[in-house]
C-alpha cells in the first residue's frame, strides 16, 4: 500500500533525480542548500531513511550544518544525503 507520505518522497526524489542528471549531481544538491541558506527557507533532509527538516545554517566540504525548532542543531554529512525537499528556488 502506497501511503502519502511515499508518494510525495517519490516525486521528490525523482524531481531531484532529474535535476542532478541536468545539472550535475553536486551541483543541485549545493544548489539547494545553498538557496536554504540565503532564502533561511527550510528544507527535508533524506538521510538514511529518515526525514529530518531544517533551515541550512552552512556548508562545508564534508558537512551542512541546519538548524530547526525540534532538533536545535544539526550536522549532517553531505555523503549521507540521499534527497533534499523544498520550497527553495520557487520566486513569490
Request: hydrophobic residues 50%; glycine residues 12%; proline residues 1%.
Amino acid at each position: 500500500m502506497v501511503t502519502l507520505h511515499k508518494l510525495a518522497l517519490a516525486i521528490s526524489m525523482t524531481l531531484l533525480a532529474g535535476a542532478a542528471f541536468a545539472a550535475g549531481e553536486g551541483d543541485a544538491l549545493r544548489a539547494a542548500l545553498e538557496d536554504s541558506k540565503a532564502s533561511q527557507k527550510g528544507l527535508t533532509f533524506y538521510v538514511g531513511g529518515a526525514s529530518i527538516p531544517g533551515v541550512v545554517v552552512s556548508i562545508g566540504e564534508k558537512y551542512v550544518i541546519a538548524k530547526s525548532q525540534a532538533q536545535g542543531i544539526i550536522v549532517i554529512k553531505l555523503e549521507k544525503i540521499d534527497a533534499v525537499a523544498g520550497f527553495v528556488g520557487e520566486k513569490k
